[in-house]
């Protein structure tokens, strides 16, 4: 339906309408050979038409607006102008396709470092780092159909894991934003075009919780929740939690053994933090726990660190299982309901897209990589399910529903390309795609510009994009800071 594109300075969103996959048909008809190979003045003529055969320009939005802040909600040491960049891996579009949500970000100067209380807002809030580094972040909602921006939320002075969609994520009309200094999941409503905040997590659990506090208790006025003794709501459950599964097992047993170990490690449970989450659907979250080192990256491999993964119910404002990264029945779970974390067709007729849990030959890839880290040195099955369940949360709209990645229909090499829309190395030779009931060759992808020399030293990475179901593809070469973008379309060949 609709192709975006960023602006060159990342301030814009540009809209075009997607052609379909046919578009340039009369354009390239009659090559036999991969384009790449043609001569170069029907090359040129080919790569100066073939963009806006496949796109319609239809709008240019300008998202990152320049504007007045308001004297009333500037922070102290805050710009008088907000500057913010579009973060061009974040995007997130609503299952009509109706909406996009767009991330900018802008980094505050380091002459003008925010009050001490606007980093630490509450007594979870982390410490910021060098890689770490606080920002100003807004979220912006945009009109596809009518290309105008309908709602932007701003957070100041946070940070939110953008790229990738890391720290916000889109279930159906729902969207989650992890707030990793301040420790608070936002979730808001879709709604007519505007972005309803409905709750927040994390010091309250519950919109009326302050009240209650406040009925029970006086603070001083001025005294700030970054001060206060007391546990904060979500936590509160973590441990209660923790502590009742603890207590069960041990009087089950008649050993006190599980309750000494959770008070053992009580203080570490403590100083847990979110890192990242997810929406399960809409009534359940999937949050990621670690520690404070983990979380603003100050360890070097933090996947290999102890983790904790919950299950939370939002309505309830429950906990309903909390599992540590070895965890071997999370491993066994997120084996044979696969789908069910990847949420990665929900406006589809059928959800389930080439995954362990619905594809025998992505089940059998698992296993072969699973064995791979047990027998290695310094492997093992502990370590391969910390590799595995390393992936969770998995971000939002990170999977490709294509048919041509289907290991099913087609086999080919997952190491060059695969149904997760990350960058990947880039190989010497095109891909191969093989029919999987035939094993015939069926077409070839190449990724980069055939003849061109590339230093052995030069990094290559490549991200491609396919449609949902049409035979088109987009593939994004990096080469150091240069960058090749190319089309792949099918060209059949009429004699």
């Known amino acids: 339906k609709h192709f975006i594109a960023f602006s ?27 384009l790449l190979n043609a001569d170069a003045d029907v090359h040129h003529r080919i790569r100066t038409h073939i963009f806006y055969r496949f796109f319609k320009p239809k709008f240019t939005v300008n998202v990152c607006q320049q504007r007045l802040v308001l004297r009333s909600e500037r922070n102290p040491g805050q710009l008088p102008f907000i500057e913010q960049q579009l973060n061009r891996e974040c995007s997130l579009f609503t299952e009509d396709g109706r909406y996009v949500i767009v991330g900018s970000a802008g980094h505050i100067p380091d002459d003008l470092r925010p009050h001490f209380y606007h980093i630490h807002t509450n007594n979870e809030a982390v410490t910021p780092t060098l890689r770490s580094a606080l920002e100003d972040y807004s979220l912006h909602l945009v009109d596809l159909h009518q290309g105008k921006l309908c709602d932007t939320k701003h957070f100041r002075i946070d940070k939110i894991y953008l790229s990738h969609n890391q720290g916000i994520y889109l279930y159906k009309e729902m969207l989650a934003v992890l707030s990793v200094q301040h420790q608070t999941i936002h979730l808001f409503q879709i709604v007519d075009g505007m972005l309803i905040e409905i709750r927040k997590i994390g010091r309250f659990c519950f919109d009326d919780d302050p009240f209650i506090v406040n009925s029970v208790f006086t603070p001083q006025t001025s005294e700030r929740p970054f001060h206060e003794e007391t546990i904060n709501s979500l936590k509160h459950r973590l441990l209660v939690f923790l502590f009742k599964r603890a207590k069960s097992i041990s009087d089950s047993t008649n050993d006190p053994f599980e309750l000494r170990k959770f008070y053992k490690y009580f203080d570490m449970f403590k100083s847990l933090r979110m890192w990242k989450m997810q929406l399960l659907d809409e009534d359940h979250l999937f949050i990621k726990y670690a520690s404070e080192e983990v979380v603003t990256l100050r360890v070097a491999e933090p996947n290999s660190q102890s983790s904790f993964f919950v299950i939370y119910n939002i309505s309830g404002s429950k906990i309903l299982a909390v599992y540590e990264n070895t965890s071997e029945a999370l491993l066994q779970l997120f084996e044979n309901y696969c789908d069910c974390f990847r949420n990665a067709r929900l406006c589809a007729d059928s959800q389930f897209t080439c995954s362990p849990s619905n594809n025998l030959y992505a089940r059998l890839t698992q296993q072969r990589f699973k064995q791979t880290i047990v027998r290695a040195i310094y492997g093992g ?30 086999s080919y090499d997952d190491k060059w390309v695969s149904v997760m829309e990350r960058p990947k190395a880039y190989g010497e030779y095109p891909i ?5 009931d035939s094993g015939l060759l069926k077409f070839k992808i190449y990724a980069g510009v055939i003849g061109q020399s590339v230093p052995a030293s030069a990094r290559r990475l490549v991200a491609f994009t396919f449609h949902p179901t049409d035979p088109f593809a987009i593939s994004v070469q990096r080469t150091n800071s240069d960058y090749i973008v190319n089309f792949h379309i099918r060209n059949a060949v009429f004699s």
């Open 432 to 436: 191969r795609f093989y029919a999987r």
């Open 381 to 410: 099955r502990t370590e391969a399910t910390k590799r595995i369940l390393a992936q969770l949360p998995i971000s939002a709209q990170s999977y490709s529903g294509s048919p041509y990645l289907d290991l099913g229909l087609f």
């Open 8 to 34: 060159a300075d990342q301030t814009s969103l540009e809209i075009y309408e997607y052609r379909g996959a046919s578009a340039a048909g009369d354009l390239v008809a009659g090559y036999p050979a991969d």
